[in-house]
């Protein structure tokens, strides 16, 4: 039997792979900081729903900040604003990081990139607490 | 001759089954990279779940965000329809937990996009021991995402399709 061990697939080296993006220092910071404000940007603009915009796909017509349905206007549609919101913040984040030095920037805990989304569920859950209350009436 | 209401319903499923398209590659390529990082293959590999293991996970970084970004554009874009033509009947024939569920995927979606550029980085820095961590924690966590979103998506089309 072959004791032979091969390299891990997944973390064998592989490239630098040519991205001078990746191995910017830079882009790295912005990566980082984008990834873990997201989470957070994202529940807060809910919470305080903060959207850029307001769709209403039965017209088709778009509007600045939040916009309730009124009669007439069909449902409104605020997650495309929220999503934009939280990119929109979190980008600027990012690219404050950027300006920040790399001996600063080199401290930013990375485990928080897969924490944060883990720990921004059961927000997501409680936020949609109108539907568990209505399922629970059934 | 075609009512317009059955050619707008061709239209969305057709659309709907491209989202199916891209989220069937993006599901396919997330779970063969989870699994790289969570049992890595450590012997040449030999039956299929040794090679289904011993994917070279890094290759698959790019294809899965460019895959999750267009899946959620095209998702994006039924949803306006869903809004109107499923929602509202899921509404009133009191599907409540379903209709949640729909909203906490479309939750799940935007965390999952805000990763990619994390996920990306760590992924091109493959050799770097020092993101290791931080690369199968968010691997693990997008390919779960993934997996919830596409149950979800199955499900709710499932209950009401467009055209029902």
């Known amino acids: ?138 | 001759m075609t009512s317009p209401i059955s050619t707008s319903a061709v239209f969305w499923t057709l659309w709907l089954f491209v989202h199916l398209i891209l989220a069937l590659g993006l599901l396919g390529a997330l779970t063969h990279q989870a699994v790289a990082v969570a049992l890595p293959a450590r012997k040449a590999a030999g039956g299929i779940v040794s090679r289904f293991r011993a994917v070279s996970a890094p290759t698959y970084a790019t294809a899965v965000c460019v895959l999750w970004v267009l899946t959620f554009l095209v998702g994006s874009f039924i949803y306006t329809s869903y809004r109107i033509n499923i929602r509202i009947p899921l509404e009133q024939g009191h599907y409540f937990k379903t209709g949640g569920f729909f909203d906490f995927k479309e939750h799940v979606a935007t965390l999952g996009l805000v990763l990619l550029p994390a996920y990306w980085f760590f992924w091109k820095n493959a050799q770097n021991p020092e993101y290791d961590n931080a690369r199968k924690g968010v691997t693990l966590v997008l390919a779960v995402m993934c997996w919830f979103l596409f149950i979800v998506g199955h499900v709710l089309n499932n209950t009401r399709g467009f055209g029902a």
Do not use: D, H
Not at chain 1, 120 to 138: H, N, Q, T
């Open chain 1, 1 to 138: 039997m072959s004791t032979t061990v091969t390299a891990n697939a997944a973390t064998a080296p592989t490239t630098a792979t040519g991205s001078a993006l990746a191995a910017s220092s830079k882009f790295k910071a912005f990566a980082t900081t984008f990834s873990i404000t997201g989470p957070v940007i994202y529940c807060l603009t809910v919470y305080l729903n903060w959207p850029v915009f307001t769709y209403f796909p039965a017209t088709g017509r778009f509007f600045w900040g939040v916009q309730a349905a009124q009669s007439g206007t069909g449902p409104n549609m605020l997650w495309y604003g929220w999503t934009v919101t939280t990119i929109l913040i979190s980008a600027g984040l990012g690219i404050i990081a950027m300006m920040l030095p790399e001996r600063v920037t080199r401290k930013i805990p990375l485990f928080l990139v897969w924490l944060f989304p883990i720990l921004s569920i059961p927000f997501v859950v409680y936020s949609l607490m109108f539907w568990w209350r209505l399922a629970m009436k059934e």
